[in-house]
């Protein structure tokens, strides 16, 4: 249970411990999630609104959202450490990036992740997200180059 994970507006101090997430789930993967273009670690710029989930000041987990043209917004940076998946943690960041996406009035949420996150495309599928094709996100939707599948919900 992750009862004593707080969830709080990013602040540039989390930084060194968002670099140390993406690292931690690097290692289990054999493929880069880093962008290719990128040497070494990518910065993990905060989008409009980011959040951290923390656990004893350790950063256990990240969601962000960015708002986009024509009523659509974008989920951005959307991570949770390998011993807390499961434990709910993912579906209270994404309850806080519903939630803030309702106070801008935003009508679509869209996505990109990677083939090989797999417990990720599940999660986003049980929560009502359907996977679309890259022609079908929006023009000003920002494409991470390591990114290979999409996904869209609507949000009405």
């Not at 709080?8 to 880093?34: K, M, N, R, V, W």
């Not at 659509?72 to 959307?78: E, Y």
Request: glycine share 10%; aromatic share 10%; hydrophobic share 45%.
């Amino acid at each position: 249970m992750n009862n004593n994970i707080i969830i709080t507006g990013y602040t540039p101090d989390h930084q060194t411990g968002i670099a140390d997430l993406l690292d931690g789930i690097q290692a289990e993967f054999t493929e880069s999630i880093y962008a290719r273009s990128t040497p070494g670690r990518e910065v993990l710029l905060p989008p409009v609104t980011y959040w951290v989930a923390l656990q004893d000041g350790v950063v256990v987990g990240t969601a962000g959202i960015a708002a986009l043209a024509y009523g659509n917004a974008m989920l951005k940076g959307m991570m949770v450490q390998q011993e807390q998946r499961g434990t709910g943690l993912a579906a209270r960041l994404l309850d806080a990036v519903l939630g803030y996406a309702a106070t801008m009035g935003a009508e679509q949420l869209y996505l990109g992740t990677m083939t090989q996150f797999k417990a990720a495309q599940r999660f986003y599928n049980k929560h009502g997200f359907r996977r679309i094709t890259m022609q079908e996100l929006p023009a000003d939707f920002i494409i991470n180059p390591v990114d290979d599948v999409f996904f869209s919900l609507a949000l009405h």
